[in-house]
Structure formats: structure tokens, C-alpha cells
């Protein structure tokens, strides 16, 4: 059996060591970490999976962030250890954590990746949404956590100031 946790500081070296793991070198040079950076996460939406030794298995994150200056989640990044994939870890840690985004009022989500996976959770490309080059506007997905919460929202991804 997993658990399922908030992420926590205590975590953050072993779950930025799962990211080195499963994503290429040089991933925070993509332009999603642009805007993450110096912004802190919605620590309520960061969560871990562990098995029953406490190993970690997966992780996934959320950021704040403006599309024309409204308020979006920007999910990612998402991870499961190379050996525990086919698991549905990452399933879970996506309803999980895009049910308490809704919870906690979140209206919109926004991710970069794959359309073909990501689709069987709702997300839908998006036009009109500009991430920061070099993003392929393919990429770019959105789900509304309440009906209709993308109409009428669009432009340019941006960092989230408080």
C-alpha cells in the first residue's frame, strides 16, 4: 500500500533526485521553469508517494501562475520512478491532486505534455494560450475544473506576483 502525502521540505532533495531520474539533464532550462522560478509551489497540491518502506515512488507538483491575468495551476512536473511505472501511480497522483485543487477552488489547470496521455484525465489543447518559447503550441493543454473555466481566457503565460 502507498501513502500518499503533502510534500514536505524534508522531501525536496530526494523528490528533486526522482526529477534528475526521470526527466533529461537540463530541465530546468525548459521555459516552464522560467516561471517557477522564485515562486513558491501550492504546497497542498505537491504531493509524494511512498511505498511501504518509505521508499519514494512518485511525485507531482503544482505553481500559481497568470494566462492574461487570470489565476491557473500549472501542473508539472509530474514523476514516477522508472521502476514503478506501469503502476497507475501517476493516475493517482492526478485525481488526487486535481480533486483537491477543485476543493480548494482552483478553476483551471494548464500543463506542457503530451495530449495523448494526458487526455484520459480531461485536459484538452488550448489555443490562444502562449507559453514562453521554445514550447510547441501542441503541448499546451488545459483542464477546466469547473465547466467553462477556460472561455474567454487567453494570452501569455506568466509568473504569478503577489
Known amino acids: 500500500m502507498y501513502r500518499l502525502e503533502e510534500e514536505t521540505e524534508a522531501d525536496w532533495w530526494e523528490v528533486e533526485a526522482l526529477y534528475d531520474l526521470c526527466f533529461a539533464p537540463g530541465r530546468t532550462a525548459l521555459s516552464s521553469y522560467r516561471l517557477r522560478d522564485g515562486v513558491p509551489p501550492v504546497a497542498e497540491l505537491c504531493l509524494t ?23 491557473v495551476l500549472l501542473l508539472g512536473p509530474i514523476a514516477v520512478h522508472p521502476t514503478r511505472q506501469g503502476e497507475g501511480l501517476g493516475a493517482i497522483l492526478m485525481h488526487e491532486s486535481l480533486a483537491e485543487a477543485a476543493r480548494l ?19 484538452r489543447k488550448l489555443t490562444g494560450v502562449e507559453m514562453p518559447p521554445p514550447t510547441n503550441p501542441d503541448r499546451v493543454l488545459g483542464l477546466s475544473l469547473r465547466p467553462g473555466a477556460w472561455e474567454g481566457v487567453s494570452g501569455a503565460v506568466t509568473k504569478a506576483v503577489d
Open 49 to 71: 508517494l511512498r511505498d511501504p518502506d518509505g521508499t519514494l515512488a512518485a511525485v507531482i507538483r503544482f505553481w500559481p501562475v497568470l494566462v492574461g491575468g487570470r489565476k
Open 105 to 123: 477552488g482552483w478553476e483551471r489547470v494548464l500543463l506542457v505534455g503530451d495530449y495523448p496521455y494526458y487526455r484520459k484525465f480531461g485536459f
